[in-house]
Nanobody, 115 residues
Framework: QVQFVESGGGLVQPGGSLRLSCAAS????????MSWYRQTPGKERELVAV????????FYTDSVKGRFTISRDNAKNTVTLQMNSLKPEDTAVYYC????????WGQGTQVTVSS
């Protein structure tokens, strides 16, 4: 069974940092591109970052470029999102997604940026 377990969210002040982690299972992790999405109530899920299966190709949406870093450890089946210089507009539930298994989502982890 495909599973994603996101963790690391919390409440931080603007300018602070968080590191999100996603433990994935139920598919061949090393062969799949991995992504982070985020969603605010009433809005569509937004693609935040993508990393290719080998980790050599990266994509970030413009609003997080220079502040967020996506990485992966294929030996541990994990993908990480390091978030620095957080802004209130980064507040959302963050989810990881595997490109090779569409339509499977975990519970997400809540990130709240507030002063």
């Amino acid at each position: 069974q495909v599973q994603f377990v996101e963790s690391g969210g919390g409440l931080v002040q603007p300018g602070g940092s968080l590191r999100l982690s996603c433990a994935a299972s139920g598919f061949t992790f090393r062969s799949s591109a991995m992504s982070w999405y985020r969603q605010t109530p009433g809005k569509e899920r937004e693609l935040v970052a993508v990393i290719s299966s080998g980790g050599s190709t990266l994509f970030y949406t413009d609003s997080v470029k220079g502040r967020f870093t996506i990485s992966r450890d294929n030996a541990k089946n994990t993908v990480t999102l390091q978030m620095n210089s957080l802004k209130p507009e980064d507040t959302a539930v963050y989810y990881c997604k595997a490109g090779s298994v569409p339509n499977y989502w975990g519970q997400g982890t809540q990130v709240t940026v507030s002063s």
